[in-house]
């Protein structure tokens, strides 16, 4: 089976996870060796990102990616200085970066679209979230983080935060299903996870203090005020109870993992960072290795 675009994790199975998983792991082992570059063999490639909503790590993680791969980038992410402030449709500026490119990274604000463009693309699609849709490569990056640190999958994965609108939440969701991991979601009744994500093996609270003791990993995520229309629901969200610091995990396991797709905006406190439970850095270095791994394959299989 291949893919030729990255749109959903609902497209992977457990031998394709494993694969791509293999290859990250050679990516990440001669990534501090001279001849990184002479491995991949992409030089006459050419990556577009086009970001209609802001990013930090996915964007630059993917030119990174690209560039080490031998790829050249184009970077689209002023959309007033494109022809999508013209009015162009999401269908013809990717049928116009195809012309020019071999590769789409799309992060869109509107769910469906990276599917959207898929429909009218001649090179492949990779998903680099579409609105409170998916995030799949993220997804990949997380799993990958949490299979480096263990291959047990009779753990207890919990999310915490914005779990209605945060797309990273409804991506790694689905990939734990896959393996039968057992999930719990955690937060106020009106952010907790839509019906459409939700699968047998999940647990639904509103604090944290009743399963944390029981967690492997917790997966920390910000509110996602931007897609809040009425502002009155974030009243309702009182952060304090959604936030981590040094003192609420004072009875979790000692091996547990904190995690978080980042950026947070105060949901893990400073204090965390040097403790050996915290592994969001681990994830945003990851994010680079997992996505030379996408491109190639992408490049390699799909063509
Ligand atoms: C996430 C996103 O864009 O969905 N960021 C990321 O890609 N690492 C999470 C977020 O914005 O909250």
Redesign the pocket.
């Given at each position: 089976m291949t893919i030729k675009h990255i749109l959903s994790c609902n497209q992977f199975t457990p031998s394709f996870i494993e694969n791509l998983f293999n290859n990250t792991k050679k990516i990440k082992n001669i990534s501090t060796k001279e001849n990184y570059y002479k491995k991949f063999n992409h030089s006459t490639k050419i990556l577009a990102n086009l970001f209609y909503?802001p990013?930090t790590?996915?964007s630059s993680s993917f030119f990174s990616a690209a560039v080490k791969l031998g790829l050249s980038v184009i970077p689209i992410n002023e959309m007033k200085y494109s022809s999508v402030a013209k009015g162009e449709t999401l269908e013809d500026t990717i049928r116009t970066m195809g012309c020019y490119s071999d590769i789409i990274v799309l992060?869109h604000f509107e769910k469906g679209s990276a599917e959207k463009a898929a429909k009218v693309s001649n090179i492949p699609i990779i998903n680099?979230?579409d609105g409170d849709g998916e995030?799949p490569t993220?997804a990949l990056l997380d799993l990958y983080t949490i299979f480096e640190n263990t291959m047990d999958k009779n753990i207890k994965v919990g999310f915490m935060g914005d779990l209605k609108w945060?797309?990273?939440v409804h991506s790694l969701s689905k990939l734990l299903n896959l393996y039968n991991i057992e999930t719990h979601y955690i937060a106020p009744e009106y952010f907790q996870l839509p019906e459409e994500y939700r699968k047998q093996n999940g647990f639904y609270h509103t604090q944290i203090k009743e399963i944390l003791p029981e967690l492997d990993i917790l997966y920390v995520?910000?509110i996602?005020k931007e897609r809040i229309e009425d502002k009155s629901l974030l009243d309702s969200y009182n952060s304090d109870d959604y936030i981590i610091n040094l003192e609420k995990i004072k009875h979790s396991k000692k091996n547990l993992m904190i995690m978080h797709?980042?950026?947070r905006v105060g949901e893990i406190a400073t204090e965390i960072d040097n403790d050996p439970r915290a592994f969001y850095f681990n994830q945003m270095q990851n994010g680079l290795y997992v996505r030379m791994a996408i491109i190639d394959y992408l490049l390699c299989y799909s063509a």
């Open positions: 909503e990013s790590r996915t992060r680099a979230g995030h993220q945060g797309r990273t995520t910000r996602q797709p980042l950026p």
